[in-house]
């Protein structure tokens, strides 16, 4: 480059930026480079291993040297060799660097050399070994002592990787400052150790690298794959030299604000919601999980830092909005996306990835954002929407297709972080079909597979007006599919909306209409397992029970289904218990009551009757003993039904003539 970058100078100036020496600044107190010093040290290694060193070094294979000198012998071997070269003095001009404003000062060598050159301005620094500190950080309000720190780091990449520590603070570091490499060849084993570990943690701020001899395929290379940026004025150019043009440059240009907080914010938020999938049906579960309020809060933090970085350079003339979007990354936007996706916070979701689309991120991410926000538009009923970026995120990434092949997508249905409804048609035939999706959040074997073809087929084999007919399913052991006939009509949960009530009897003869279809399910050997008011369709012919839970699928741990069926799921299932015909008689009972009520059982205690006063009395005392905690106490199937035809058939006041007879009485489960 013919200069140095202003985006470095701006970032020395503001306090934001690591120096990362190597054994090149050990020229600065005339200290060897690595090959004399990894000479130095193989005289500590086994006699007959050191002659293939020795040729290792003469060709320039410095990283394998390294590495063996560090396995065998220890990073204090090592140390003490390089120590042996001599304590001479820092030359004149490498005062220089303790006049910089760094951040932070890292070595993989020669780290006391810094801490002379230090000495030599007068400033008293203290030499850190990585493992003499815990949980090491460079945020401002962990450290008192405002001196910067000088860090004596590992310079083989075994001892790197097995620092969980040191690898968390480089991670700090590359995210939200910025890393001056010095002292470096392109050659150096622990400048490519370096790279290899910036490889592990990903892409991350614009960094720099003060390398000569470096090509512009190579300098192009690095800036690529690493995010580097080569700063090279030529090998002529010492290293007590490029001390003093930065020098130069720092009192040349006008100094910037320091966006240090932004980006230590936006970090915390990318680690916050590190482990949520960048892919909204895979990630439900787990994004479900996130603690929604701490996430909001870091948002609301990241605003109002970005917000006073513009307004400082605004100079308070002109009030600048900054939200600080664009400093998140465009992964940590799906994944914070996701978890307002599985929130129902569908407006904070869209803004996350439309962000993505418009920052024009990669291909990849381009489609998953494309997904979500295909998710997101279904979640809002917004059905072409939903169809057409549901298509071309199929079209831009087949990974994203939720549908094999011979079926088509036609409509979306309905959303939620538990399933996916689609009308679809078969492609050779032309007939119209309906489609159940579920996502899991991993990947499951070959038997849970077979399982749920198992499950599948043999509800298919079932034929019975109040369940929604059944053709086949199909999985890739994360998704899996249900093909069903279609089935026209609105479900109790569209219909009874967010607190309506369904008239007394109509409700009876719907949960009535439900249990048959539920005994049905039974006689067969089946449980439905997620019987809730949005699994329910109201036909033109009576309830229809859909959504039927297969395996692996119903796990109550979900997070997502505990929330989204709160209320209608049986107490034992939440303990861990299997599925049996008395948790789908507590399901209906729950539906049953959410009609009557207005509410589901989760938040009332109260009987039905508080909320509708006309109801007929014996409808609590029935569903108290429909919606028993112990299973062994609860009604059965059949019993239930029993009461609520008599009630349907045999109205209050001709129970109240015939002196209370009809009324029902409790009754063993068994009946």
Known sequence: MEKIPSELVQAIQAGDCVLWSGAGIGALAGRPGWAAALTSAIERCAAPVRPQLRGLIDGGRLRPVLSYVVRHCGEEALAEAMRGHGDRGPVDGAELLAKLPWRACFATAYAEVLQAIYASDGQAIELLSHREIHRPTLRPDARDDERPLILRTPPAGRSMRADRALFDLVQEVARTRTIFFFGFAKGDPDFAELLELLGR???GR????????VTEAEAEELLDS?????VSLGAEVQLEDALHLLHQAIWENAAGPSTARVELVAFDLARAVAHVPERGDIAADVAFACDIEGLDRLVAELAEAAGEAANWLSDGLVEVEDDGFDRIDV????????????RGRTTDARRCFKAVRLRGAGPEYQAIALFNLALAAASNGLERLAVSGLRSAAEADRSLSLLPERLELEAVRTYDPTRLVLGGRERRTGEAVELWLRTLGHHVGVHDQRRFYVEVQRAAEL?????????????DGQLFGVIADPLPGFTL????????RMEM??????AMGVLDAVAALHAHGMVHRDIRPAQIVLSADGPVLCGQGFSPLINFRRPTLRHLADGYIAPELLAGEPASPTSDVYSVAAVLYRALS?????TSVQPASAFQPDLDPRIDEVLAQALHPDPGLRLSPRRLRSELAGIVSVPMILVSRLGGRGAPTPAPAAL
Not at 206 to 213: E, K, Q, S, T, V
Not at 493 to 500: F, R, V
Request: charged share 20%; aromatic share 8%.
């Open 598 to 602: 207005g509410r589901s059982p989760s």
């Open 206 to 213: 614009r960094h720099y690298a003060w390398l000569a001899d």
């Open 226 to 230: 690493r995010n580097i940026e080569v």
């Open 331 to 342: 992964s940590t936007l799906l994944r914070l996306g996701n978890v307002y996706l599985a």
């Open 463 to 475: 034929a019975h007006p109040g369940i929604q007919r059944l053709r086949g399913g199909f999985t």
């Open 201 to 203: 943690i990903g892409r």
């Open 505 to 510: 009897y109509r409700s009876l003869r719907l």
């Open 493 to 500: 949960e569209e219909a009874l909306g967010g607190g309506g």
